[in-house]
């Protein structure tokens, strides 16, 4: 099996340095290694915040990011350093989200991939944008239309 210490990562298992503004040039992706399987990776990230474009006042929300990997896949920290880069980041929520999404794409080409924003309510109003994105010609376009078109968000306050 490869060593996985050969794959070039920068990041993992250095001093942090936190980007100012938004960064996707910090991305670092490794190789899948069951490349022959169909699986699903999620990530939570629940203390994600941007900025309003208008008002310059921080927006909260949970971002989850679920794929199913075809050769690379992204690396955590990374990742996390990537959406912490929006923190002085001003842009809506929707397009937040989208952007994630296509950072993603553009860098892993992942079979599957699916983005939802939860954020917390401003003005007595939430905003929950979902994007999805399946790879072209194959049954995962499939399951990204279908995803779309079925998808719901139920949230439970307890």
């Known amino acids: 099996m490869k060593e996985r210490k050969e794959e070039g990562l920068r990041l993992l298992g250095k001093e942090t340095d936190y980007a100012s503004s938004y960064n996707p040039g ?93 954020f917390v309510p401003r003005g007595g109003i939430s905003i929950y944008p979902y994007a999805n994105y399946g790879m072209p010609g194959t049954k995962y376009e499939k399951l990204a239309s279908d995803r779309l078109l079925q998808h719901r968000i139920v949230v439970h306050n307890s």
């Not at 199913?68 to 929006?86: G, H, W």
Request: glycine share 4%; net charge negative.
């Open 26 to 118: 910090v991305l670092e992706t490794f190789e899948n290694m069951h490349q022959d399987n169909d699986y699903w990776v999620q990530f939570n990230c629940p203390e994600f915040t941007s900025l309003c474009p208008v008002t310059g006042q921080p927006d909260f929300a949970e971002i989850k990011i679920m794929y199913l990997p075809a050769k690379r896949m992204v690396e955590s920290k990374s990742l996390k350093l990537y959406l912490f880069s929006f923190r002085n980041h001003g842009d809506f929520h929707e397009d937040c989200v989208n952007t994630i999404m296509k950072d993603l794409v553009a860098l892993m080409q992942p079979k599957y991939i699916e983005v939802l924003g939860l």
